[in-house]
């Protein structure tokens, strides 16, 4: 007998949540990562970023943006199998800011004090939601400190606070080491 992948994550996500209160949830699109309230707070680098958790390309031409952000997804806009999509406030400063290539601009703003963002499919049902907060639980640095919120992984409940967390500032924050489990040099200590 075989079964599915999205089977045996049900399986083993029931458990999950009904003994230790974890919640997962499973779109195939997920926003994955906001920046709110830049660094300086005048920058006009704010964005959002979708991401395709499934393992086949999307189209997502018609798709937009309901709360916080009003844009809509051209004609023939596509996203890979566990690829990035990012929509800016303005994409010409986030390429100066960093580096990276967006869609875009979109109109409104993300407020700094928290909101709901809304994305929906072009027949208008609804996609993905998060209510962003600007104070703990959900990561506080990043409320003006130039920092992004990251979704931690698109399997949790995006919509609660310990589901993100700061990301990184190139030149700022200190880079993340994870160590492997299989790594022989790691003790750890008491």
């Given at each position: ?50 991401h ?5 390309s ?107 967390r ?14 492997g ?10």
């Open positions: 007998m075989t079964y599915s992948p999205k089977t045996i994550t049900k399986i083993f996500t029931f458990p999950l949540f009904f003994f230790c209160g974890i919640s997962f949830s499973f779109s195939e699109i997920v926003i994955n990562e906001v920046h709110y309230n830049s660094e300086p707070n005048n920058a006009l680098n704010e964005f959002v970023e979708i395709n958790a499934s393992d086949d999307i189209n997502i031409s018609g798709w937009f943006f309901s709360d916080g952000i009003d844009y809509q997804f051209p004609q023939n806009t596509e996203i890979k199998a566990k690829g990035y999509l990012v929509v800016a406030e303005n994409p010409e400063e986030l390429v100066k800011s960093y580096g990276k290539e967006a869609l875009g601009p979109y109109s409104g703003n993300l407020a700094s004090d928290g909101e709901r963002i809304e994305l929906r499919r072009s027949d208008g049902t609804v996609a993905d939601t998060v209510r962003y907060q600007s104070s703990f639980p959900w990561p506080v640095g990043a409320n003006g400190f130039g920092s992004s919120m990251e979704l931690i992984n698109p399997l949790l409940d995006n919509d609660l606070g310990g589901s993100w700061s990301s990184s500032v190139p030149g700022i924050l200190p880079e993340l080491t994870l160590i489990t299989g790594n022989s040099d790691w003790r750890w200590r008491p």
